[in-house]
């Protein structure tokens, strides 16, 4: 099973390990694309303002900048660890114990826009580059998804087991899902007290934060749709088959108003 997550805005900053070295990640398939898209970011990274303009940065986010440019001998953390926000926050990765680590190690990947799809226990370094982002300012240069799209859609071609997307759209580009069964895309959905069900929007990143803690915890060795479902349903989660004619599954969650904690205990059903 492989379970793929998006990344965040925010990154936490340091790191104990050693600068970023492609070779070391998962998926090497995309290193060639890795090194170029790295040394598109530190080159743009040289010129302070086309790089704000590029990355559509604010005043108080100059300092995205510097932390570009440094990117080839910034330290590094594990993938899991380094990004940050809501999602991240209810995956809560700091308090996962080594055998939860060694299953999301085999069984998680974030689809980054600077390096493609890394494994949660990847050493990467802090960075700023969204899904979105213009690595050049000129008319025609390609863009990210052109740059990785055909790249990551082999990597996950190459696998035939069961594969979970929890990304969003426009991450999902990046590395677009095989067709076929078994790899499936997760909408989150909202059900409210008279029993209407709609899209969730504020607490979307939280329930997927909180699913991908629950399968890493129990061991996320689903090898087909069926058993990922029959086990969904006992542990209390309602994870069902769009039934729309395609291959994505929903998880639809109670309507929760007040603090976003709360749907920590209302997730289960």
């Known amino acids: 099973m492989l379970i793929l997550l998006p990344p965040s805005e925010t990154k936490r900053d340091g790191g104990a390990g050693s600068p970023l070295a492609v070779e070391r990640l998962r998926f090497p ?17 040289a010129d302070h303002d086309a790089a704000i303009r590029a990355l559509k940065l604010g005043p108080k986010q100059a300092g995205e900048v510097e932390r570009n440019r440094g990117i080839p001998s910034a330290p590094t953390m594990r993938a899991l660890e380094r990004y940050t926000g809501v999602l991240y926050d209810a995956l809560d990765a700091e308090s996962l114990s080594s055998a939860d680590w060694e299953v999301a190690a085999e069984t998680v990947a974030v689809q980054s826009a600077l390096l493609g799809l890394v494994g949660a226990d990847d050493p990467v370094p802090a960075y700023r580059l969204s899904f979105d982002s213009r690595l050049s300012l000129h008319r025609g240069a390609a863009s990210l998804k052109k740059r990785w799209s055909q790249a990551g859609a082999a990597a996950l071609a190459e696998r035939n087991d069961l594969l979970l997307d929890l990304r969003s759209e426009g991450y999902a580009a990046l590395a677009p899902l095989p067709e076929r069964d078994g790899a499936h895309y997760v909408r989150v959905l909202a059900r409210d007290e008279s029993g209407h069900v709609r899209a969730l929007n504020h607490f979307n990143k939280q ?3 909180l699913l991908t803690r629950a399968l890493i915890e129990a061991g996320a060795g689903f090898e087909a749709t069926a058993s990922l479902l029959d086990w969904a349903d006992a542990e209390g989660y ?6 729309d004619g395609s291959r994505d599954l929903e998880l639809v969650v109670p309507e929760v108003r007040g603090a976003p904690g709360k749907l920590m205990a209302a997730l289960r059903v």
């Open 238 to 243: 309602e994870l069902r088959p769009a039934g």
């Open 29 to 45: 398939s995309l290193n060639p694309v890795r090194r170029e898209v790295v040394d598109a970011v530190v080159e743009l990274a």
């Open 207 to 209: 329930a997927k934060g």
